[in-house]
T-cell receptor, first 113, second 114 residues
Framework: DAKTTQPNSMESNEEEPVHLPCNHS???????IHWYRQLPSQGPEYVIHGLTSNVNNRMASLAIAEDRKSSTLILHRATLRDAAVYYC??????????????FGKGTLLTVNP | DAGVIQSPRHEVTEMGQEVTLRCKPI?????LFWYRQTMMRGLELLIYFNNNVPIDDSGMPEDRFSAKMPNASFSTLKIQPSEPRDSAVYFC????????????FGQGTRLTVV
């Protein structure tokens, strides 16, 4: 399975931007980069995904390095509700065994008021 | 759609008993995943199905665990016999089998084996 590396924890202040890094040096050409987060006592929820280009949605932005060996999830203005564990996951082509979502340890984001 | 529905939400059982966890995926989704989460081991993928067929069950811990998907709208994860070390939160997730789609997770079943 393709592996990702994330810091164990990060801290931010409310209403400030947060940049969550992820390294994935063994990424293959067909792997998509997915981000999920897990709020306390809830199941994981999808945040964003991308392949090569930077992506924006209502929750966050995803910046992907040109060589695709790293990416950064950007929360533009952190709120207390963004405190969660954030997972960076590589997901392969649909239908095969590498299509599965394999979670690592993720980054625990703490947001200070 | 009500999302992925898991039942029961909480289950307490005695060691040695059979436990069955249930999952109803989002209508139209054809890929289903079972996960187990503990503090020690994090989120572990147990098994995943495409179009009701198990594709990868390499995460199933041992023969006491079995999973079935008899149709597109229902899946079960069974533990027989259960042991205290099976205590965990079990999540079910579903998605479309298509490039770059998101998976939707249920609220989980918290299993306690005493």
């Amino acid at each position: 399975d393709a592996k990702t590396t994330q810091p164990n924890s990060m801290e931010s202040n409310e209403e400030e931007p947060v940049h969550l890094p992820c390294n994935h040096s063994t990424i293959s050409g067909t792997d998509y980069i997915h981000w999920y987060r897990q709020l306390p006592s809830q199941g994981p929820e999808y945040v964003i995904h991308g392949l090569t280009s930077n992506v924006n949605n209502r929750m966050a932005s995803l910046a992907i390095a040109e060589d695709r060996k790293s990416s950064t999830l950007i929360l533009h203005r952190a709120t207390l509700r963004d405190a969660a564990v954030y997972y960076c996951i590589l997901r392969g082509n649909s239908g095969g065994s590498n299509y599965k979502l394999t979670f690592g340890k993720g980054t625990l984001l703490t947001v200070n008021p | 759609d009500a999302g992925v529905i898991q039942s029961p939400r909480h289950e307490v059982t005695e060691m040695g008993q059979e436990v069955t966890l249930r999952c109803k995926p989002i209508s139209g989704h054809n890929s289903l995943f079972w996960y187990r989460q503990t503090m020690m081991r994090g989120l572990e993928l147990l098994i995943y199905f495409n179009n009701n067929v198990p594709i990868d069950d390499s995460g199933m811990p041992e023969d006491r665990f079995s999973a079935k998907m008899p149709n597109a709208s229902f899946s079960t994860l069974k533990i027989q016999p259960s042991e205290p070390r099976d205590s965990a939160v079990y999540f079910c997730a579903s998605s479309l089998v298509r490039e770059a789609t998101e998976a939707f997770f249920g609220q989980g079943t918290r299993l306690t084996v005493v």
